[in-house]
């Protein structure tokens, strides 16, 4: 058998990570499963938004929050596997078995579910030729909105987070043109008013019927119906916001016996517990009364994972982690700030 740890955790976002760092705080051997080449979870989408929200910290960029996430959550250095789809869970002789969609098996003592809204895939465009651009200027998740800088940008969508990235591109590009599939904007009207009031293009009724590409194998135009009329519009850069496939955990969770609600979360309690001994869940992944569904919560959420996982382990250990302040695991660590 493989090397067998204290508690698997599924999912790499921020309850992941900050249950990897709680679970480094109670001296757990721990490993960290995430089905995407990189650590982050959903705030990957939007590394330019500013969070205000969260706990002491003043107002943060996703891209610098999420960097601190994994900071901390890689501290007491938990084993990671990236590009890891979970496939199934089975328990025998009170080890569990997490078998990957590549065939890898990787064995537990406890399990952390905390893979959030699920595996999230943009929806891409149904326009032929279309993926020879991912490469190029067609953006579906753009790593930061800085690098259409004085850029004429085309951006489809309707939704809330498009008009936001819209918003934003306009403090900073040449030009915005935004292109809703729809006949109306699905966004609150504050944002829409904004988009408008600071020059941007809107087309309602458009659909993206072809890219017309320059020699550097570049979108230098897009052809478009907009209101079942052909139109050409010139770009620089194109960034598609269609929302996004969410992948859930549901299959693994059924086999399970877990409990689902109607909107495919995982039912459980505040203390992380989901009617499976052994199998806990943090953040996004689970539902209960009182849940907070904020990012803030999803840290509470992690401590009460690890908290019930030590307990399970070991039934005579404190309910608590030594706050840190207190710990020993610290007190080497504290010495490279200077007081």
């Known amino acids: 058998m493989n090397e067998v740890y204290d508690v698997t955790i ?3 976002g921020p309850s992941g990570l900050y249950s990897a760092f ?3 705080l109670r001296n757990l051997k721990t490993k960290l499963i995430e089905s995407q080449s990189v650590l982050g979870g959903k705030v990957n989408l939007y590394p330019d938004k500013i969070l205000w929200d969260v706990g002491g910290l003043t107002p943060i960029t ?19 596997c990236l590009n890891t789809e979970v496939s199934q869970i089975t328990k025998i002789a009170g080890i569990f078995d997490i078998r990957a969609s590549n065939g890898d098996h990787h064995y537990t003592k406890a399990v952390i579910l905390a893979y959030g809204s699920g595996i999230i895939t943009p929806n891409k465009l149904a326009v032929d030729g279309a993926e020879q651009f991912e490469r190029t200027n ?3 998740i753009p790593n930061s909105l800085h690098a259409f800088r004085n850029k004429q940008v085309f951006l489809s969508g309707g939704g809330n987070t498009a008009i936001e990235q819209a918003n934003e591109l306009l403090a900073i590009a040449n030009g915005v043109t935004l292109a809703c599939r729809s006949n109306e904007l699905r966004a609150h009207e504050h944002i829409v008013e904004s988009f408008r009031n600071n020059g941007g293009t809107l087309l309602l009724e458009t659909q993206i019927r072809a890219f017309r590409s320059n020699r550097q194998g570049e979108i230098e135009a897009v052809s478009l119906s907009v209101g079942g009329e052909d139109r050409t519009v010139a770009v620089d850069a194109v960034i598609v916001n269609h929302g996004f496939a969410s992948k859930q955990a549901i299959a693994f969770g059924e086999t399970l016996g877990l ?3 109607d909107s495919n979360f995982i039912e459980g309690s505040p203390d992380s517990t989901i009617g499976y001994p052994g199998i806990f869940a943090a953040g996004d992944a689970i539902a209960y009364t009182g849940k907070v569904n904020l990012l803030v919560g999803t840290f509470q959420d992690a401590v ?19 706050v840190s302040s207190h710990n020993e695991a610290f007190v080497e660590k504290n010495k490279q700030f200077s007081l």
Do not use: R
Not at 62 to 80: A, Y
């Open 259 to 261: 409990q689902f609600n």
């Open 22 to 24: 709680y679970s480094g």
């Open 138 to 140: 067609l953006h579906y």
């Open 62 to 80: 996703g891209k610098k929050f999420l960097s601190n996430c994994i900071t901390q959550g890689l501290t007491f250095h938990p084993t990671v």
């Open 304 to 322: 009460n994972a690890v908290n019930s996982v030590k307990q399970y382990l070991n039934p005579t250990a404190e309910k608590h982690a030594m």
């Open 10 to 12: 599924i999912g790499g």
